[in-house]
């Protein structure tokens, strides 16, 4: 069994998701990420820009995120973003005790500015998503600009 199989199964059981919602997405997700990643996160969200355009699922690796996106009417499945995370710029997030939910943007290698809301059954979810997010986005933030430095000094 390779990496991503091993994680991706108990990351979606901790945030909760369905185990026919986990089915219908996962060849899709199989397609974009490599078997030897291992997954961080795996959460259903709504895009606040796109409110009826239907529920989403996010796949959070430490190389890539991945956004597929289910129809309301039809249920029909569709890639959404699959993006490395090295091409993602201004990725933010803020966390909403008061309302249990994360909000999480950034804007992809065409522009284009992504906004997605995470919605979390308890408030202690909130800091837990939180330091996923921030394990993921601020350690290869620190690792990027040490290895610049790194460089710039041999």
Excluded: K
Excluded at 17 to 39: A, E, G, K, Q
Excluded at 127 to 138: I, K, Q, S
Aim: aromatic share 6%; glycine share 4%; net charge positive.
């Amino acid at each position: 069994m390779d990496v991503f199989s091993r994680t991706f199964l108990p990351a979606a059981a901790e945030a909760g998701v369905p185990i026919p919602t986990v089915s219908r997405h996962l060849p899709i997700f199989r397609r974009c990420v490599d078997p030897d990643d291992s997954t961080v996160l795996v959460t259903r969200c709504v895009s606040p820009d796109r409110p009826t355009a239907g529920d989403y699922l996010l796949l959070l690796t430490h190389r890539r995120l991945v956004v597929t996106q289910e129809t309301r009417v039809l249920h029909r499945l569709r890639l959404h973003l699959n993006a490395n995370l090295r091409h993602l710029s201004d990725v933010t997030w803020n966390p909403d005790l008061r309302q249990s939910l994360v909000e999480v943007a950034a804007t992809a290698v065409d522009g284009v500015r992504e906004r997605f809301r995470i919605r979390l059954a308890e408030p202690e979810q909130v800091w837990h998503f939180d330091e996923l997010l921030r394990h993921v986005f601020r350690d290869r933030r620190r690792s990027a600009s040490l290895g610049r430095r790194g460089m710039l000094a041999a």
